[in-house]
């Protein structure tokens, strides 16, 4: 019975709650609370000891980062969640409106985590394991906030496309970037009103990456198709052969703005036309 389990039990707070006269780990320091019920006392238990080692136990289970906490346990973690974890922590305050999942279940801090490792080249567990003795976490945070002062600093105007994007990553690839907010801003509005881009969230990607593939540009039609072959003349530019139609592909390629709206260069219609 749960009761057997229960017995000797001590709530230490983050320290964690143990019973069965201290064999046994009923909440893992550091794991979120939960309230206890009297009826599930009488409950009947069925018990899975899980081997192996502390990279393989989250995977067996698939459990989110309330597990890797309670594995890689000490003062850092302490601290880490007093940046990201708790009602009203500093990530929250500066950055709630970039981020998606909620705090208490520990989505800013596997964020925050990941973005860093991803920094160094590591997974998430590589950089708890390594900064697991550390006495705090301020390197983690120092990082964190860095992130979104680059974000808030590059592109002023918040959109709602911005919230759960991947801006540690981002920040990692192009924050020395010489970048000018004032002309990325212009680019973004131009973006946002056009109907060819159907991926709005993408627009700032692409603004740092350059990759096309970001904005989910719109499929043109069989009428557009034959618009852009007839203006060619079945013609490609870059090889200057004759094409059939048949064998001619619309896509677009070099994405830019002019007047406001997208426009498109003709190229590679040995591939396919471009509009």
């Known amino acids: 019975m749960v009761r057997e389990f229960f017995d000797g039990c001590e709530d230490n707070d983050e320290s964690g709650v143990?019973?069965?006269?201290?064999?046994?780990?009923?909440?893992?320091?550091?794991?979120?609370e939960f309230v206890h019920k009297d009826r599930f006392l009488e409950y009947k238990l069925m018990i899975y000891?899980?081997?192996?080692?502390?990279?393989?136990?989250?995977?067996?289970?698939?459990?989110?980062?309330?597990?890797r906490n309670a594995i890689y346990t000490g003062q850092w973690i302490s601290d880490a969640k007093r940046y990201f974890s708790k009602n009203g922590?500093?990530?929250?305050k500066i950055a709630n409106k970039y981020m998606?999942?909620?705090?208490?279940?520990?989505?800013?801090?596997?964020?925050?985590?990941?973005?860093?490792?991803?920094?160094?080249?590591i997974g998430i567990e590589d950089y708890m394991s390594a900064h697991q003795h550390d006495s705090n976490a301020s390197e983690l945070w120092l990082y964190f906030s860095g992130v979104i002062n680059w974000v808030q600093t590059i592109f002023p105007k918040y959109r709602k496309e911005m919230k759960g994007l991947e801006w540690g990553v981002l920040f990692n690839q192009y924050g020395n970037d010489r970048l000018d907010p004032a002309?990325?801003?212009?680019?973004?509005?131009?973006?946002?009103?056009d109907k060819e881009v159907t991926g709005k969230s993408g627009v700032y990607e692409y603004l740092l990456s350059g990759k096309?593939?970001?904005?989910?540009?719109?499929?043109?039609?069989?009428?557009?198709?034959?618009?852009a072959y007839e203006h060619q003349q079945?013609?490609?530019?870059?090889?200057?052969?004759?094409?059939?139609?048949?064998?001619?592909?619309a896509d677009h390629i070099t994405p830019g703005t002019q007047a406001g709206k997208l426009f498109r260069k003709i190229c590679r219609c040995c591939v396919g036309i471009v509009i």
Not at 183 to 193: D, F, G, V
Request: proline share 4%.
């Open 212 to 227: 096309e593939k970001f904005l989910s540009l719109r499929q043109f039609d069989e009428d557009e198709r034959r618009e």
């Open 183 to 193: 002309a990325l801003e212009t680019k973004i509005t131009a973006l946002m009103a």
């Open 100 to 121: 998606n999942g909620e705090m208490n279940r520990q989505a800013y801090l596997e964020r925050a985590i990941k973005w860093i490792a991803a920094r160094e080249g």
């Open 49 to 67: 000891v899980c081997k192996g080692n502390d990279k393989e136990k989250p995977d067996r289970f698939r459990t989110p980062q309330e597990l």
């Open 89 to 92: 922590c500093a990530a929250y």
């Open 18 to 32: 143990v019973g069965f006269g201290g064999r046994l780990n009923i909440r893992p320091a550091f794991q979120r």
């Open 234 to 249: 079945g013609i490609c530019p870059i090889c200057r052969k004759h094409f059939n139609f048949e064998k001619m592909h």
